[in-house]
């Protein structure tokens, strides 16, 4: 072996198995401006390909780096390297094929090369455009890896002699955040460690074109043709509705035997949604074999294609008011709560979320609830409901249309299976609401139960800022 030039090398010094690490990590949760959580965000580092990861069904992510370097005890001290500008020598304790790379504090390689050591000496060139920041020159031969903490420049590079120097001398990555249906985030770190971020993404604004004419406050009755069928419908404007901003739709579902007219005086709804300028709807349904209205939810309580109108109705609304596609929502107390579920299991495509009262799904509709995306659920129940049984099973209250309740819990536990949850539901809170709240999609799946409550309307205080949360993806 030829003896080593008469030129300082510097030297890792390490005792035994050695690991040093040089990184940054960074955690937290992503959720949308109306603070729900968003599941599948791309998290990345500018200008970088790696690392990457994406957020969990509650929003949760964890991304970094670690460099690490661990030598054998018995050829530590043969590792050296020297640097002179950009001329780079290397002592290693095996000859042959070397791979060269330097790597900055994100994990970027700023630089790769190889190279052949010879009787324990190879060399190589740096290029001239390196950046200035703190970096790792990583060796790399098929026996053994060595790691020198550094800094590179125009000038080429220099041997730091602190792990620490090093640290500070890097530069923090800057993380980007990126959905679909969401406007682009990017976050600068400023330590080496971060946690417990709060990322907040905005949807992407809907491309909306308002109407000309401005609807006036107040309430209309408006009738829709849907397959040669004339449907009615009331359409509910609040005062704080401006017509040049697009605003969430509300759909509130009437109970059976009742009114659009009777549910938009008795819900509670419209007083928080009007003071978000939300429009809302109130559909009338059609006759049942018991008189009077009802909705058709699969086995009963019509024959009426309540999902069409529902959808055309919702068009339409679309044309008359500067609605906000992305947020429209479904609401209803009894048989309208049933109509809210199979709005759910049907129409999640159009709604973003929905809120049954007084109502579960039934063993005739379960077989063909299959939405097409994760879709959030708030549910309300009372303990005493003596109409439909909190606990679930057969009512035949409509003549010749008998169907089968799931009851409160075995519905709350279907709908955490459809929206594909992971977690179980938490604690029920001061309003008796418990929630799965790891969900595809980022949704969200609540029961709220009245203790000793009977066949009531859901509480809108409630329900409207958990409904509002949310948007279609």
Known sequence: ?????????????????????????????????????LSEVAVTVKDASTPSTTTDAAGLFSIGVSTGVILRSD????????????????????????????VDGTGRKLWTSSAT?????????????????????????????????VVTGMEGLRVAPHLSASRTAATNPILEFKKTGYVDTTYATTSVTESNLAITMRATPAQVTCPAAKLASGDQNKTITVKGVARKYILHVPSGY???????????????????SGQSGSTLYKTPADKDGAISVYPDGLGSPMGGQAWNVQGCCTTADDTSFARAMVAE???????????????????????SHFT????????????????????????????????????????????????????????????????????FQKWAELDKCTDTPSAEDAN??????????????????????????????????????????
Request: glycine content about 12%; charged content about 15%.
């Open 432 to 473: 008796g609401c418990s929630t799965y709240s790891k969900c595809g999609g980022g949704v969200q799946v609540t029961l709220c139960t009245k203790q000793g409550g009977g066949h009531e309307q859901g509480n809108g205080s409630v329900g409207w800022p958990i409904l509002k949360k949310y948007t279609l993806p």
């Open 242 to 260: 401006k017509g040049d901003t697009p605003v969430p739709l509300l759909v509130d579902y009437h109970p059976i035997m009742g009114t659009a």
């Open 317 to 339: 609304v679309k044309t008359l008011a500067c609605i906000d596609p992305k947020r429209v929502y479904a609401a209803g107390f009894s048989m309208g709560g049933g109509m």
């Open 117 to 149: 050591a010879w009787d324990g000496l190879a060399q190589a060139t740096l290029p001239s455009n390196l950046p200035t920041t703190a970096a790792w020159l990583v060796v790399a031969h098929s026996q053994g890896t060595f790691s020198q903490a």
């Open 75 to 102: 050829h530590a001290s043969a590792w050296r390297v020297q640097a002179g500008g950009r001329d780079l020598r290397i002592q290693s304790p095996f000859d042959g094929a070397l791979e060269l790379s330097l």
């Open 1 to 37: 072996m030829h003896p080593i030039p008469a030129f300082r090398f510097a030297m890792l010094a390490l005792a035994g198995t050695t690991a040093s690490a040089f990184g940054w990590n960074a955690s937290g949760t992503v959720k949308s401006s109306a603070g729900a959580p």
């Open 344 to 411: 759910a299991c049907h129409l999640s495509d159009v709604f973003a979320a929905a809120a049954p009262a007084a109502f579960d799904l039934t063993e005739q509709n379960v077989p063909d609830c299959k939405p097409v995306r994760p879709i959030t659920m708030v549910m309300f129940r009372g303990t005493a409901d003596g109409t439909v049984s909190y606990a679930g099973g057969h009512s035949a209250v409509v003549p010749g249309m008998a169907i089968d309740f799931l009851g409160a819990k075995k519905t």
